[in-house]
């Protein structure tokens, strides 16, 4: 599927793959008498509009096309001039959509027990972090995240500047390979069973990690900003020096607390725990 992707990409922005129309067919048997019977094919369905008339094509790709011009997989391709001037036509039109980075400090590795069971009033040492605490706030570097992450990744280093706190870029890199989403398990339950066995699995939600990003705040921007975004700029972190974290599970809030110092370590001491759906 990724390299029929491939191919129908290509064929859209004709810089890799033309193709001609050397005859017009209409029936199966005319379609069948043109192929070779030991050859692979690959099919790739099209919808037609001519003159308000739709229709449905076909087009098919022999093995040796897929083999010999389109080994290699989509995402291994790097980006063209070509395709960073359609994007910049694009941004014309979407520069105005505004879109959110997340401040992340840090990751805890906490089980659903744990989750289900702090309170106000617990501290988490952080371990996998890049701050410090300091006279005037904290200090270091954190990392940028937008939407999924996955494509691009954006770090960054804290400042304390006359009681407001900046971040500088420090580094812009992009993924060259893309991580695959789990996919979905099709079996269905049915309708005569329980939805769950808590009674049996119970023990097992217990061994469960969730990842918990530690957030120290949000940055808003237009898309027309995030194109322009350099090494080395500063931003405005809409947060004080000494304002509280978020601990957020999948996107959902579940804690917030104050950093604080623990026998020389950073950790957080939660002072609100969010009710859970």
């Known amino acids: 599927l990724k390299v029929l992707a491939h191919v129908q990409g290509q064929m859209q922005t004709g810089r890799e793959l033309a193709l001609v129309l050397d005859r017009v067919v209409s029936s199966l048997s005319e379609i069948v008498e043109t192929l070779d019977?030991?050859?692979?094919?690959?099919?790739?369905?099209?919808?037609?509009?001519?003159?308000?008339?739709?229709?449905?094509?076909?087009?098919?790709?022999?093995?040796?096309?897929?083999?010999?011009?389109?080994?290699?997989?989509?995402?291994?391709?790097?980006?063209?001039?070509?395709?960073?001037?359609?994007?910049?036509?694009?941004?014309?039109?979407?520069?105005?959509?505004?879109?959110?980075?997340r401040v992340i400090a840090a990751h805890l590795d906490l089980s659903l027990d744990d989750i289900a069971n702090v309170e106000a009033g617990d501290i988490i040492v952080l371990e996998d972090h890049?701050?410090?605490?300091?006279?005037?706030?904290?200090?270091?570097?954190?990392?940028?995240?937008?939407?999924?992450?996955?494509?691009?990744?954006?770090?960054?280093?804290?400042?304390?500047?006359?009681?407001?706190?900046?971040?500088?870029?420090?580094?812009?890199?992009?993924?060259?390979?893309?991580q695959e989403e789990p996919m979905a398990d099709d079996d269905e339950t049915s309708e005569t069973q329980p939805d769950d066995n808590l009674a049996e699995t119970e023990g097992l939600l217990r061994d469960i990690d969730a990842a918990v990003a530690v957030e120290l705040g949000r940055i808003r921007m237009t898309t027309a900003q995030v194109v322009r975004l350099r090494r080395g700029q500063m931003l405005r972190l809409p947060r004080g020096?000494?304002?509280?974290?978020?601990?957020?599970?999948?996107?959902?809030?579940?804690?917030?607390?104050?950093?604080i110092e623990v026998d020389g370590e950073l950790g957080i001491r939660l002072t609100q725990i969010s009710a859970t759906d």
């Open 37 to 101: 019977a030991n050859t692979g094919y690959h099919q790739l369905g099209y919808r037609l509009e001519l003159g308000g008339r739709v229709g449905y094509g076909r087009i098919l790709l022999p093995d040796s096309l897929i083999t010999e011009h389109f080994t290699a997989a989509p995402s291994e391709h790097a980006t063209t001039p070509q395709d960073f001037a359609a994007m910049r036509q694009h941004l014309s039109a979407m520069g105005t959509v505004r879109t959110t980075f």
């Open 241 to 259: 020096p000494n304002d509280p974290v978020d601990l957020v599970v999948n996107g959902k809030l579940f804690a917030k607390g104050e950093l």
């Open 130 to 178: 890049k701050l410090q605490k300091t006279a005037e706030g904290i200090e270091g570097d954190v990392a940028l995240r937008l939407g999924t992450g996955r494509h691009a990744r954006l770090t960054g280093r804290l400042h304390n500047e006359a009681g407001e706190m900046r971040l500088e870029i420090t580094d812009i890199t992009s993924q060259a390979q893309f």
